[in-house]
């Protein structure tokens, strides 16, 4: 029974989450061909078009803004593929008849200049000669492939992480079974013996149970006394699983959806390069701004992602040091008013001049531009942003307080669940993917401490981190002359 659950179990959500990212995959890959398609075909038409009008590059200066296609006259054998006879009305007649061919490199994850680079190819034939026009695509390629790598780098960390958590889960919460089973196998000796045929039916519900049916609880008023202990157990055992089960679901799809967004909207910015994009300097413009932040975003997210996978596989090793919590505290005010003029930053005085904590001071620091970033995306214009350090017994409070539009009090209980927004309205002016107080939750946690928010609607949000004291190092003291050290 353990060995048939617990097998059924593990490849189920296993291959749940593989299938789910091959599909993330396959469509990324498919989109991005097609996108590749119609910009080499409408680069090559626009090509063939300047050809017949002005002829080679050599004798016009036509060719001046063609800095990704190379026209040259082609003798050698046609090589290729032309469209068949009913598609070729679907492209334009300047290139029905043309053969075309996709040339790539040896290594195209490591595109370094045009030499290497994949070609879009076109033969072209003419009455007294034949060209050949080649796209070059190693620009895109240069950033598309760190962008994929990164990715498939997320999704094995991820399933790695999974596997081995899943199989740990599923055994732990399979245990109690096992040992209920062999006090229900000793009941047999007792003078009272248990009923063959209720026995046999508790066998067969528990048999029929596996990762398509995890709601199936077992009746418990219907069994006999003996055996209610082990149903209750039994369906105890499968509230836990069920639960672990949604929340890995939920999870994979909101990562799937928080991917899918930028990139829809690349591929949106893509086709309007494609129709308007190539004379309209504006449209341009506009186009590779919006590119360039949902890359951008897209980086972010992934790197969020990472930082969260690392963390639930407990391989973020922490470096911990002791040092002033009100020093780090006006360091990163002092960043952040560098960056962000609009808004006030005041580091509030108070007990901080005796806050010490021992903690990884890089991943605090990152806590706290976490919160800061939370504040500054939440509280208008002329905003007061304040920091301060307190000690209160023994546990420092490193507080961010904003006077920004607040968080409502049925909002506030699910802000660190993982990609939960309080206003998801703002979600797409304001960025982010709502990870970022759970990575500051995690930190806190792994520094054993907690992060408290306070909040009134209207009026603002403190957010605070507390650690525990640390004693203050020893002053450091240059040694006596003639001292040894």
Not at 110 to 117: F, I
Request: net charge negative.
């Amino acid at each position: 029974m353990r060995s048939s659950i617990a097998k059924k179990l593990n490849m189920r959500l296993f291959s749940r989450l593989i299938a789910i990212f091959l599909g993330m995959d396959v469509t990324i890959l498919i989109t991005v061909a097609f996108c590749l398609f119609v910009y080499s075909e409408q680069t090559g038409l626009k090509a063939a078009r300047t050809l017949m009008e002005y002829g080679p590059p050599v004798q016009s200066a036509a060719w001046d803004d063609y800095a990704a296609v190379t026209v040259r006259e082609y003798e050698g054998e046609r090589v290729g593929v032309a469209p068949p006879d009913w598609l070729s009305d679907k492209f334009p007649q300047l290139l029905a008849g043309a053969a075309r061919s996709v040339v790539i490199p040896d290594d195209i994850w490591r595109v370094s200049g045009p030499e290497n680079a994949v070609e879009y190819r076109l033969i072209l034939e003419q009455e007294d000669a034949r060209y050949m026009i080649s796209v070059s695509l190693g620009t895109f390629f240069r950033f598309f492939n760190p962008a994929m790598a990164a990715l498939l780098a997320f999704q094995l960390i991820e399933l790695l992480s999974r596997l081995s958590k899943d199989v740990r889960m599923v055994r732990k919460t399979l245990d109690p079974i096992t040992e209920l089973t062999r006090a229900a196998e000793s009941l047999n000796a007792v003078t009272r013996q248990l009923d063959p045929e209720k026995m046999a039916a508790l066998a067969g519900k528990i048999e029929g149970i596996d990762a398509a049916r995890l709601d199936t609880r077992l009746a418990v008023d219907d069994t006999q006394e003996e055996l209610k202990d082990l149903a209750r157990a039994i369906n105890s055992m499968l509230d836990r699983i069920n639960e672990s089960y949604r929340a890995q679901v939920r999870f994979v799809s909101d990562a799937s959806h928080e991917l899918r967004t930028p990139i829809a909207v690349i591929q949106g910015y893509a086709n309007l390069l494609d129709r308007w994009g190539k004379t309209d300097e504006k449209t341009l413009q506009e186009s590779i701004n919006a590119i360039k932040e949902e890359a951008a975003n897209m980086k972010e997210l992934v790197e969020q992602l990472l930082f969260l996978a690392r963390g639930d596989n407990n391989t973020i090793i922490l470096q911990p040091e002791t040092f002033s919590a009100l020093e780090l505290l006006e360091e990163v005010a002092s960043e952040t008013r560098m960056i962000d003029p609009s808004h006030k930053f005041v580091v509030r005085e108070g007990t901080g001049d005796t806050a010490f904590v021992h903690a990884d001071r890089s991943l605090l620091k990152q806590a706290l531009r976490i919160m800061v970033d939370n504040a500054v995306k939440y509280t208008d214009t002329g905003g007061i942003i304040s920091f301060a350090a307190v000690c209160d017994g023994d546990v420092v409070r490193l507080s961010v307080t904003d006077t920004g539009i607040g968080i409502s009090p049925e909002n506030i209980r699910r802000v660190f669940d993982r990609f939960y927004r309080a206003d998801e309205s703002r979600a797409r002016a304001t960025g982010g993917a709502g990870l970022g107080l759970s990575i500051a939750r995690w930190i806190a946690t792994r520094h054993k401490g907690f992060v408290e928010i306070l909040s009134r609607e209207g009026i603002g949000t403190r957010v605070s981190i507390v650690l525990p004291l640390a004693e203050a190092p020893e002053p450091f003291s240059e040694p006596a002359e003639g001292q040894v050290v």
